[in-house]
């Protein structure tokens, strides 16, 4: 029985930095807290309005931006919409006035500190990303709803799925690799072309390509922006933004207008180890230094691993000839279906699972794209995925500050690097002498997940989080 159905859509989302459980799951928590007291017609009555967040939404919320995605999404404000540079007078503006407009539409009085509480000792068994609104109403009453961020932009209330989208009869169900394989023999199709025949379930052809070349010029800008801006992350910890200048040194110095010829002129610099190597970094590190300083990004599967897919894909179209429309889209679709099954059964969230479950399985979606691009076999696509995750196994979340900087943004680079090397392996290899499979990898990883210290999932009490002194500014 089919657990989820999993959309290209669902995986790759647009939203703001810095991160898919901390920032663009509770703005949409939010979303739809506003949609809740509309359906039950009390919005009108509504006075107040107060937000717990609890366990790692409390201990790294500040640091992720939480308490500012949840204050834009009860405005009425959209992360896919919502103009980035706004977002620090939005917030100034909420708590000077200390009024908040719900919805876009109505007033009502909300003192920041009073109204909206990091309970830190405090987690909810469902989940560790949890996220309470209470609705006070006119007369005395109240209502309340309790969301939890499960990864990704993920939301869920408990008991239910989280996917709003309607059920639909996939032509090829799928929840483990096991399934998709023998879907790809008992049609001959590759593994991009089984994603489209399901997102044909949903929609048309031509609405489907349109949806995820607008997520690709998504990708392509943000990459483009942080190859080109200087200066320090916000939040405290002073890192300097590095991509800029390596972007600079690599391309000589030169400046170019938009994407495209940007990307032209990379071709330019050379195809020397060395020099892929650097240009695959920048291109990771530009990403998740935009995501970092509240741009905008694509999940892909999560904010904090943002920046791998798009570099491992840049890295296809500059130095692998794969600038096309058609290459772009089915090394999206295949990096889905990945991201797909690793949600279905394991997790996406680092909350969850460590960073394992964000910058592993993103490794694992890059390097499935790539090998299929390349010219790889449906269970060669399979054995990349497979390799480029059992290299994260373990991999724990502990940012410091809980902050997505450091250790997050240099991870990005090394899972491009890993996805590269993985695909290269499984294009090299022979897949029915391979001695784990992908569905093997994930079951471990979930069961590596369930063993993990809660200490080392993404709550910034381990690790480098507390072993590197820092002084933050008070909040």
């Known amino acids: 029985m089919q657990r989820e159905q999993i959309s290209v859509f669902d995986m790759f989302k647009v939203g703001i930095g810095p991160s898919s459980s901390h920032t663009l799951g509770p703005w949409r928590a939010a979303q739809q807290f506003v949609v809740l007291l509309k359906t ?24 992720h931006g939480t308490d500012i995605a949840v204050l834009l999404g009860l405005s009425g404000h959209d992360p896919v919409t919502f103009p980035v540079d706004q977002i620090n007078s939005e917030i100034a503006n909420i708590g000077s006035r200390q009024v908040l407009t719900l919805g876009g539409e109505k007033h009502i009085s909300f003192t920041i500190t009073d109204d909206l509480l990091f309970l830190f000792n ?67 199709l590759k593994i991009s072309d089984v994603v489209l025949e399901n997102e044909l379930a949903w929609r048309n052809e031509a609405e489907t390509r349109k949806g995820v070349l607008d997520i690709f010029n998504v990708m392509a800008e943000c990459m483009y922006r942080g190859c080109h801006a200087d200066g320090q992350l916000p939040g405290g910890l002073n890192v300097a933004r590095r991509a800029a200048e390596l972007n600079k040194r690599l391309i000589g110095g030169n400046t170019y207008s938009n994407y495209n010829e940007w990307v032209h002129a990379i071709r330019k610099t050379g195809e020397g180890f060395q020099n892929i190597l650097d240009w695959v970094s920048c291109f990771a590190l530009a990403v998740n230094e935009e995501n970092a300083s509240f741009g905008r990004v694509v999940t892909a599967p999560t904010n904090g691993a943002a920046g791998v897919i798009p570099a491992v894909l840049q890295y296809y179209i500059v130095f692998c000839n794969g600038f096309n429309n058609d290459n772009i889209i089915k090394f999206i679709y295949t990096a889905s279906e990945i991201g797909s099954i690793f949600k279905k059964g394991a997790t996406i969230s680092a909350a969850m699972g460590g960073c394992q479950a964000e910058i592993g399985v993103s490794s694992a979606m890059a390097a499935a794209a790539l090998t299929e691009r390349l010219g790889g076999s449906q269970r060669q696509v399979l054995m990349a995925a497979e390799i480029a995750m059992e290299h994260h196994l373990g991999l724990t979340c502990d940012p410091i500050g809980g902050l997505v900087q450091v250790p997050c943004i240099e991870r990005n680079t090394m899972g491009a690097i890993k996805a590269i090397t993985a695909s290269q392996l499984a294009l090299q290899s022979n897949p029915d002498k391979a001695k784990v499979s992908l569905d093997a990898v994930v079951k471990t990883m979930w069961q590596t997940a369930q063993d993990m ?3 080392y999932k993404e709550t910034a009490d381990g690790g480098l989080a507390i072993n590197i002194p820092i002084s933050l500014p008070e909040c």
């Open 453 to 455: 210290n809660v200490k």
């Open 40 to 63: 039950q017609h009390v919005f009108e009555q509504v006075s107040g309005v107060r937000i717990l967040l609890y366990g790692s939404l409390a201990k790294t919320g500040r640091g």
């Open 122 to 188: 405090e987690s909810l068994p469902f989940h560790p990303n949890a996220v309470t609104f209470q609705a006070l109403l006119e007369g005395g009453k109240a209502m309340s709803q309790t969301y939890y961020s499960i990864g990704g932009g993920f939301v869920v209330t408990e008991g239910s799925e989280g996917n709003a989208r309607a059920e639909v009869d996939l032509p090829f169900p799928i929840d483990t690799a096991a399934n998709l394989l023998h879907w790809c023999i008992k049609t001959g």
